[in-house]
């Protein structure tokens, strides 16, 4: 544990703490608060603490206290981990020499997704435009190190959930904290501006049929069942509507299924294989199991290593798998769930992703990186999923209240004292 490590270490004169910033463990709602306080405790109030975070990340108070300087990730999706890194350590050197003493004001809105979800994708979104705000707030002022902007991650139960500002100052000042107040009511007024449409699965499958054909797959992404967002991987309903009326040659990448995939790998290449796919963790959330016979097209240990351009080098494991196929369509079959965002995923099976003229996948935004460059369309959907955008069909009990968009506007924005 990074705890026990620095308390092994004996003299220590900064420290940089990589973290995602939204991790929630069982008792305890704000692991990476706990996490970078311990770490405080250890080294004292004069050693720098410096942070890096996802802009998915839910900031607490008790994270802003025990660092001195935060930095998140600036692109989503994120292909800036280098560039994230590198500047949290320009600031960790800056402070260690005691050119400067960074402290974190963070400011929160009352909200539980904002910055268009941080996406960088379309060149005039909310994200581009508040992370230029933000460039341009550092430049206007030396005294500012560091404005840092998080969209929350809005799945997470917890009191502090939602959109944050860290904007780290040299010492401790009003005008920081005007600086993070005024990210946050560009946050408040760019709260409906979404920019990924969402279709249900039937709207999303009919809309993928009447893109022109071209070079390059329609991409068909299920919001509600993403892996990266929290979903179980095995939802049903995209697969079960592309089987019912099938695009010969459509790949549906993946539904994580062990008993599946190990079934598939005991009946060999070649074979058909009766199952009940997928759709065992959560029935009501994105439906049950599809029984039927599919034919094993290929195995694959699930080893892989993402090319890019999101983490490019970093090896990922789908554990043993399976590439079937039904009514001419090719489903891969996993034992763990991974979000769908590297072609490399794609192509350990054999499949060449350029090549299906329809490719659905489990994944949120993180799959554009890629997967843009080489589709002809990009189509979100809800299956239902737990990993839904829809926060008010789940039950909440911890999120801080009034919040949007659990509560009207205009209570939230009386209760936030904007009016
Ligand atoms: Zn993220």
Redesign the pocket.
């Known amino acids: 544990m990074p705890w026990c490590k620095a308390r092994a270490a004996g003299k220590i004169d900064g420290v940089l703490l990589g973290l995602h910033g939204a991790c929630v463990a069982v008792g305890e709602d704000d692991a990476d608060g706990a996490l970078a306080q311990a770490v405080r405790e250890i080294v004292g109030p004069n050693v720098p603490i410096v942070v890096t975070l996802?802009?998915?990340s839910n900031v607490s108070d008790r994270l802003a206290a025990a660092a001195n300087a935060i930095t998140a990730y600036r692109t989503?999706p994120?292909v800036d981990h280098f560039e994230t890194a590198s500047r949290a350590a320009g600031i960790l050197k800056r402070a260690m020499d005691g050119e400067i003493k960074p402290q974190v004001h963070l400011a929160r809105s009352w909200q539980m997704r904002g910055f268009d979800s941080t996406r960088t994708t379309p060149p005039d979104g909310p994200a581009r435009r508040g992370q230029a705000l933000a460039r341009a707030m550092e430049a206007a002022d030396p005294g500012v190190i560091e404005v840092s902007l998080q969209s929350g991650f809005v799945l997470a139960d917890v009191w502090h959930v939602g959109p944050s500002v860290a904007v780290t100052g040299n010492g401790a000042d009003p005008r920081f904290a005007a600086l993070g107040a005024q990210l946050v009511r560009f946050c408040w007024e760019e709260r409906n501006n979404d920019t990924v449409k969402m279709h249900t699965v039937a709207e999303a499958l009919a809309a993928a049929r009447a893109v022109p054909p071209g070079p390059g797959p329609v991409v068909v992404s299920d919001f509600g069942d993403a892996p990266g967002g929290g979903g179980y991987g095995d939802a049903t309903a995209v697969l079960r509507a592309m089987l019912e009326n099938p695009v010969p040659g459509a790949v549906f990448a993946s539904i994580a299924d062990p008993v599946a995939a190990e079934a598939a790998r005991a009946a060999g290449v070649g074979a058909d294989v009766a199952l009940s796919l997928g759709g065992h963790v959560a029935p009501a959330h994105g439906g049950g199991p599809i029984e039927a016979v599919f034919r094993v097209l290929a195995l694959s240990d699930g080893r892989f290593t993402h090319e890019g351009p999101y983490t490019p080098g970093q090896m990922g494991q789908f554990g043993p798998s399976a590439l079937l196929e039904r009514h001419g369509i090719q489903v891969i079959v996993t034992t763990w769930q991974r979000n769908i965002l590297d072609l490399q995923q794609l192509r350990i099976f054999g499949i060449n992703p350029t090549a299906p003229p329809l490719i659905a996948i489990k994944c949120m935004d993180a799959f554009r990186a890629a997967f843009a460059p080489i589709a002809r369309a990009a189509i979100a959907c809800e299956s239902g999923g737990v990993s839904s955008r829809v926060h008010t069909s789940l039950t909440w009990t911890k999120v801080r209240r009034p919040v949007w968009p659990l509560d009207p506007d205009a209570v939230v924005e009386a209760a936030a004292g904007r009016v």
């Open positions: 996802d802009p998915h989503h994120h």
